[in-house]
């Protein structure tokens, strides 16, 4: 099935779908392309999405398949840490 279709399946069980944007700093720039981590983990991320704003190391984006889709506070993300914390200990 295609991405953003719905099944006939999902119809019957009322399945939500949603995505997810995971809170990452900046570590190094380098043009349209950045490091970026998160608990100690470091991925390469794409600032396109991002073209007309101001950023540097140290900032906070959030993360989508690869592609930093806003900047966000260093509160914001650590609000948003604490929330997926709570959600990961409550599936454990």
Known sequence: MKEGFVSDLDVLTETKRM???IPMQ???????????EAKGIE????LFLLQGEELAPGDFVLIHVGYAIQKISKS???ES???FDE?????A
């Open 19 to 21: 995505c997810l944007a």
């Open 26 to 36: 900046i570590k190094t720039i380098d043009r349209f392309q950045c490091v970026c």
């Open 81 to 83: 840490w604490e929330l």
């Open 43 to 46: 991925r390469e991320v794409s």
């Open 76 to 78: 914001e993300a650590a």
């Open 87 to 91: 959600i990961l200990a409550a599936n």
